[in-house]
């Protein structure tokens, strides 16, 4: 007689430095099911393998692999492994900050959204926030995930098409500019601007052909580069213009050089 398949259940679960963001949580499980229960967060669902059902308000729902999933605070739920192997999934728990109370109720008649696009932005966003130092990157993009978010509740409160706004554009780039090393988060930039942070990142982009997370990191490897001229070891240079770490450092140096940053130190930059 062949043997019962073992229960698997693997987690990792982190709370990063993104506002808005209460908890990042990864798991893989292949027979455990949620009981019915809530929480005081929206839950911000993908399924990388595998899917998942789930009760929301007496009625069955499921997360196919190209579903992105948005179930709303307080509303019961529970879920089950819809595939024989069970589903591995990767959630975000986001607060008020990002999606509002006025979002529950559509969020509960439809909470399995069918979108491309946004299931790559999900997708990109936890990659950014799997990656300490990249705060700025993953602030940005969740503030494109929950605009997209809006567009499928709410869509009659969207605002209309970004517009240019090169004087806005520059503002942010001279915020960038000042704080090269300790950073800033797109939430305070976009008060001290003012602007709202989506149209803040857009019309960065468009100004400069670059997202600002993007220049940042461009204007920290510079100064890097300029450090590790003088002789200044990689571990040092890390911490001198801004990096969370060397591999931090390490990780951005080689997508914009070419080469490590020891290399490009050894070389004597030729």
């Known amino acids: 007689m062949a043997g019962r398949r073992s229960d698997q259940r693997s987690v990792s679960a982190w709370r990063p430095r993104v ?13 455990y099911a949620y009981p019915m229960h809530v929480h005081d967060a929206w839950t911000l669902l993908i399924v990388d393998d595998g899917a998942i059902r789930y009760d929301l308000d007496r009625h069955e729902h499921g997360t196919p692999h190209d579903t992105v999933s948005l179930l709303p605070p307080h509303v019961p ?31 509960v008649d439809a909470p399995d959204l069918r979108d491309p696009l946004l299931r790559r932005r999900v997708g990109r966003l936890h990659t950014a926030l799997a990656r300490p130092g990249d705060e700025l990157e993953a602030e940005s993009r969740l503030t494109f995930v929950g605009e997209r978010l809006r567009s499928h509740l709410a869509p009659r409160h969207e605002a209309g098409a970004a517009r240019r706004d090169p004087a ?35 019309a960065f982009s468009g100004a400069y052909g670059i ?31 801004g990096f969370y770490d060397q591999a931090h450092l390490t990780r951005h140096f080689k997508r914009l050089v070419g080469v490590t940053p020891g290399r490009y130190r050894g070389s004597g930059g030729r």
């Not at 506002?19 to 027979?31: D, N, R, S």
């Not at 997370?213 to 461009?218: G, I, P, V």
């Open 19 to 31: 506002p808005g963001v209460v908890e990042v949580f990864h798991a893989h499980y292949t027979e």
């Open 77 to 107: 739920h529970n879920g089950s492994p819809a595939t024989p192997d069970g589903f591995r999934k990767r959630v975000l728990y986001l607060d008020a900050s990002r999606l509002g109370d006025e979002l529950i109720g559509p969020a």
């Open 168 to 202: 806005l554009a520059r503002r942010l780039r001279e915020l960038l500019d000042e704080r090269i090393v300790e950073g800033i988060g797109l939430a305070e930039a976009a008060a001290l601007v003012p602007a709202h942070p989506a149209h803040l990142v857009r």
């Open 211 to 241: 997202a600002p997370h993007q220049y940042l990191m461009s204007r920290r490897v510079d100064r890097a580069r300029r450090l590790l001229l003088a002789g200044t070891s990689p571990a040092d240079v890390a911490g001198a213009t």
